[in-house]
């Protein structure tokens, strides 16, 4: 009664274990096996876990998903290539013709071998990140030399229309050396009419001085599932910026862990949570300052529309080490209808005393004063709904400052709002 | 620095000195046998000559508790608990019930006065009516003729049971279940004395009422159980303290506490926890793990918990509010202190049912020594809680590197027109204040006293005057040998 | 012309207009005062279509149309334009974009060519500089951080911009000093022609040397106690509302 059912995925894994990618190579078996055993006690999260209470991975469960073992033969529409380079992914394999890669970036599956000690190195016993680990197929693995900048790539994961419910599980491997820096913009998309579940995650080494800005934009089908774990390790005077947008999927769990390890290390995490009808959203954030003089700060919107679910759970961790720590951590939810339901927990655990840290947290409706405000100068009543929950979003999306994520982004929510009050 | 630096130190130099409560009463005591069984609960009913619907309630608790688990939750860590290795009864020897205070053990009201309650009425400064509770049993309860006047019955949760059947029978567990948690569970079945008030229709209660619990026998559990109800259109404003000697046991406090509110009705519910804490090095001190909760049945009834924890080895504590009524209020205003190597995990639930049902939550919570400070709260809104709001303000001060504090909030709302705010920090004392204080030629001590006195201003504020000065002086005194 | 006739509205089932007749014919601009509480701030919300006030009896109609039965931003694209006592902040929202949004809504709703980014920005600049306003007010986002002169400037700057029919002024002379209460005025009597007309809603005579009103209304309890020229209005502030009305 503990333990949800493995899903499927252990039986998967048992009979795959050998095909997969690295399956007789010692090291990779070896981590491959430890993961399978722990998710194979763990099982998938279920709600009696504190960090799980508002997420039901049930649907999951029930799905039986199986690994998407061939290459899709027909690709769904690209969108329009934005950056110089790019990395194309279709049910978590890596599509080389469709792809233009940086000298600086390899696939995980083209060159496993030069993973050893890397892969793996910041996974934790998360049963989400097991399930990647017992399975993953393919991935990026990017390593950006010291003091290069690299400007900016794109990461586009599609899922293919494969009728039948797949997962896949890619791992993305990045890591930027001494003062490099980039910005990676990742979509990930699927026809709105496929079950399937994408599990990425996504291992990040921050190096001091390095700047990583990590825009993630999230447009799954409306009947997909996406668990992504983002774990990112910053030294001494590096930053990590994260900005994801939920839009799509059936149920997304968006689950960050940073840690901060070196002084002066920064990092900012913002994000947006667009779910309509049918839709949960959760976005589950771990900071964990473990060096003195790091500055953090978090910005979160949730925007509810229909019969859908949020969930933002927030944890900042401040170790006896981390003096002159500064963080700050923000989430507000926007309730646009009566079946709507938030859930929020941020949370604060703090062993040093020189520090600086807050967190706040708002739940309500549109204001009525500012709506009518609109209304009276002419805007009709739609429009400025949608004028009101574009200005809810804009403390979480005016951080992303690369004109091409700006793009993306502005691709990714215009006209959300009209669509789901449709 | 050099001021941090100082308090430090006077942080490391910290004694349990600061206990002023510690002594123990030499009085001759009659205990249950050690341990914990169906005789023990049979015993106590028996002692309380309790009717034949109360054993089987005890029973029942006492059945589903075997079956339930310690909660792990909470952020507090302590060893094992050996529930056989305590006294679950323990009272002072009388030959029969005193009828006045004459009649009452001069010893015992000796050591109340020692405390600093007024148990002579005569001697009465604000009019307070005061419940002793020593161990296990009510020693005396002042001016309940002149309540009975107005209707109001205020007594020994044992004597209500034989004077008032009915109204015991009708709401007792009303509010907490006996399944409630485990906790809960053990008091209901094992619960040896309390206070019970009742305020009738439209009394507005002429005094304070208070309830001072004393644990004094060794190796005793202390679980009393509060039952007030308030009916429509009452008042009643009520004060709890507690205290207990100095021990290398940790001794354990497992109370429950029901409030029922009809329409109209307001309840304002004081608490100053001062049971031992434990020494410098953490040995003995009070186990505290309290459940609390009112049920705000009636529309525009109002509950208002006020608390300054400052003793205790550890709290486990989160006095609650049920909103059924529409335009109920709920408010919880909490000061915890935790030094040395105290232990606090407490907040509140604020459950919103009915419409336009209001919430306020302001927590203020001061870590020092190796003391950890959890603030754990639910604001929870259901659809149909309409218009309902809640503002939550969670501070917590940290006095050294060696302590923790920390921040749990959980908001659940599935109410579209609900409004709920909610705001968190933690920071410690700034140097410049204390520079600042000191300049002006305040010691250490008295100058983070003071600050410390600040901070928690928006809960002390909230405390009947009377214990609002206790509180302060508290304040001051746990930090004391510690801080200021 | 704006005819009201036996207007009666509450809120939270108080009675606060207790009939009220009043016609402000095109290109006049009346004034109404009166003392606090007395309904003006009612009469400009019922007139804009707030929500929360129930119309319990009477009417009013703009130019023969019925106005009280338009959702609020179909009465601002008939023309009616009011002029908030207390202008509400919109964070995130940006004054340029709001401008534009609102000149566009109201252009569509009477079958206009929209205007395009460039062409707006022009427009609002000239006004600005009418007005004696920076252009940083639009990059600004709406009222957010304006001091109470500026709240009122740029009320008045979205009154230029949209050209109403008629003007309801609350209290805009409430929190103004001298110099930004002469800006205001000289945006409004700039404003004044054959097709404008004005509701000037005040409670000193102070805004009335700056506007010239046609006709002078005095509100108390609910109800237009006298009318008469802008001597009226010199007679209230000499004599006070109490003795005027008597």
Known sequence: ?422 | MPAVAETLETVQAASDGGYKWGFETDIAMEFAPKGLNEDIVRFISAKKNEPEWLLEWRLKAYRLWLTMEEPDWAAVNYPKIDYQDAYYYAAPTTKAAPKSLDEVDPELLRTYEKLGIPVREQERLQGIAVDMVFDSVSVATTFKERLHKEGIIFCSISEAVQEHPELVKQYLGSVVPPGDNYFACLNSAVFTDGSFVYIPKGVRCPMELSTYFRINAKSTGQFERTLIVADAGSHVSYLEGCTAPMRDENQMHAAVVELVLMDDATIKYSTVQNWYPGDAEGKGGIYNFVTKRAACRGARSKVSWTQVETGSAITWKYPSCMLLGDDSVGEFYSVAITNNHQQADTGTKMWHVGKNTKSTIVSKGISAGRGQNTYRGLVKISPKATGARNFTQCDSLLIGDQCGAHTVPYIENRCVSAKVEHEATTSRIAEDQLFYCRSRGLSQEEAVGLIVNGFCREVLKELPMEFAVEAQKLLAISLEGSVG | MLRIEGLTAEIDGKQILKGINLEVPTGEVHAIMGPNGSGKSTLSYVLSGREGYEITGGSATFNGVDILAMEPEERAAAGLFLAFQYPVELPGVGNANFLRTALNSIRKAKGEPEVDAMAFLKMARAKLKTLQMSDDMLKRNVNVGFSGGEKKRNEVLQMALLEPSLAILDETDSGLDIDALKIVSEGVNAMRGPNFSALVITHYQRLLDYITPDRVHVLMGGRIVKSGGPELALELEAEGYAKVAA
């Not at chain 1, 990425?200 to 599932?225: K, M, N, Y």
């Open chain 1, 1 to 422: 009664m503990n333990a949800m059912t493995p899903g499927g995925f252990s039986a998967r894994f048992a009979g795959l274990r050998d095909h997969l990618p690295g399956g007789r190579t010692p090291w990779v078996a070896a981590l491959r096996g430890a993961a399978a055993e722990h998710f194979a006690a763990t099982g998938l999260p279920h709600r009696k876990l504190e960090a799980w209470r508002y997420t039901d991975l049930s649907p999951i469960a029930q799905a039986q998903f199986t690994e998407a073992l061939t290459l899709a033969a027909e690709h769904p529409v690209l969108p329009p290539m934005r950056a110089p380079h790019r990395a194309v992914f279709v049910d978590g394999r890596f599509a080389a013709g469709l792809s233009t890669l940086p000298a600086w970036c390899r696939t995980l599956a083209g060159d496993l071998n030069a993973a050893e000690g890397w892969l793996g190195a910041l996974a934790r016993d998360l049963p989400v990140v097991s399930l990647n680990t017992m399975l993953f197929e393919d991935g990026l693995m990017l390593d950006l030399p010291a003091g290069t900048d690299g400007g900016a790539l794109e990461l586009l994961s599609l899922a293919s229309h494969t009728g039948r419910a797949i997962a896949f599980h890619p791992r993305h491997l990045i890591r930027l050396s001494e003062g490099a820096s980039l910005t990676l913009i990742e979509t990930s998309l699927g026809p709105d009419g496929a079950s399937y579940l994408h599990n990425p995650v996504f291992e990040i080494q921050v190096a001091s001085g390095a700047t990583l800005s990590h825009v993630r934009i999230q447009r799954e089908g409306r009947a997909g599932f996406q668990l992504a774990t983002v774990l990112a390790a910053v030294e001494g005077g590096g930053t990590y910026d994260n900005f994801t947008l939920n839009a799509g999927a059936r149920l997304v769990r968006n689950e960050i862990h940073t840690a901060l390890l070196g002084p002066k290390a920064a990092c900012h995490m913002n994000g947006a949570q667009l779910a309509g009808d049918g839709q949960h959203a959760d976005t589950t954030t771990y900071l964990d300052h473990a060096a003195p003089d790091c500055a953090s700060r978090q910005t979160y919107k949730t925007v509810l529309a229909g019969k859908s679910r949020g969930v933002f759970q927030g944890k900042i961790l401040v170790r006896q080490v981390a003096q002159r720590t500064d963080g700050y951590q923000m989430n507000q939810a926007l309730l646009l209808s009566e079946d709507a339901e938030i859930d929020a927990k941020p949370q604060l655990e703090i062993y040093a005393d020189d520090v600086k840290c807050s967190h706040g947290a708002t739940v309500g409706a549109l204001d009525e004063a500012q709506l009518f405000y609109l209304r009276a100068r002419g805007i009709p009543a739609e429009t400025a709904r949608a004028m009101l929950v574009q200005a809810f979003l804009t403390e979480a999306i005016e951080g992303v400052t690369h004109p091409l994520a700006q793009a993306a982004l502005a691709e990714a929510t215009e006209g959300w709002w009209e669509r789901e009050a449709a």
